[in-house]
């Protein structure tokens, strides 16, 4: 035999051939439906299939900015909560500042009160003691530092002391004491400090005590009383 095989070794007359195409045709048609309906079920949907019904649009836009309005009033309302409790702290670190400032200036009031006597008793050997002997002024100079040291641990502390001689009665500031007459001096004018007060960063430490006027006694208005009814008397007479 010569040439290349023959592919269809297999002879159909025009009628065989007919029929065996028609049973062809006829096995792949369930296959090309199938085929078909997969297609037809893959595919996307119209514009038509998917159009909303009539007025659902606008439902679903009101229903949106309903939300939209019930989330802004959630928000401002979290923001007010939360601007009111921030303003409570602050308010609350500042007070508790405060009274801590308080409590250190209570203590150390409380303190130097203790300390005080210790300063009027130097205060009275600075005045009362003139020492003659050598040895008596060596130890007298020591007491003298040992003032000065105390006097300079206070100023740093911020403790001044009170001058009050010839100032208006404050009772605020001083506790009277002794009140007499004075032609010197009006009514009710510190005369004498009897025991010196001292203020701590504007906070009374310790009242003063003190001595008031009383101002000009009775004597002082009697006088031109007396002599207005003498010339009186010499003018009726």
């Not at 250190?104 to 130097?112: A, G, H, K, M, P």
């Not at 203790?114 to 008793?121: A, F, H, S």
């Not at 600075?126 to 007298?140: F, G, T, V, W, Y």
């Not at 020591?142 to 100032?167: C, D, I």
């Amino acid at each position: 035999m010569s040439g290349a095989a023959n592919p269809f070794p297999i002879e159909f007359s025009e009628g065989e051939g007919q029929a065996a195409a028609d049973a062809r045709d006829d096995r792949s048609r369930p296959l090309d439906d199938a085929m078909a309906a997969i297609g037809t079920e893959g595919a996307e949907p119209s514009a038509q299939d998917t159009a909303p019904a009539d007025g659902s649009s606008d439902v679903r836009v009101r229903e949106l900015e309903d939300a939209l309005a019930s989330l802004r009033g959630e928000h401002d309302s979290l923001r007010s909560q939360y601007m009111r409790i921030a303003a409570d702290f602050d308010n609350f670190r500042k007070r508790q500042s405060r009274d801590q400032d308080d409590l250190r200036l209570q203590i150390t009031c409380s303190t130097l009160s203790e300390i005080l006597p210790v300063v009027d008793n130097f205060e009275r050997a600075r005045q009362q003691l003139d020492p003659q002997a050598e040895e008596a002024q060596s130890i007298h100079r020591s007491y003298q530092g040992l003032y000065k040291q105390l006097v300079e641990v206070f100023k740093q502390l911020g403790v001044a002391p009170m001058r009050v001689e010839g100032e208006p009665f404050d009772p605020n500031l001083h506790e009277a004491v002794l009140r007499e007459v004075s032609d010197e001096h009006a009514e009710d004018v510190v005369i004498a400090e009897l025991q010196r007060g001292y203020q701590l960063q504007g906070r009374v430490l310790r009242h003063a005590l003190v001595k008031v006027s009383m101002g000009p006694g009775p004597s002082g208005g009697a006088a031109p009383a007396a002599q207005a009814d003498a010339e009186s008397a010499e003018h009726e007479a």
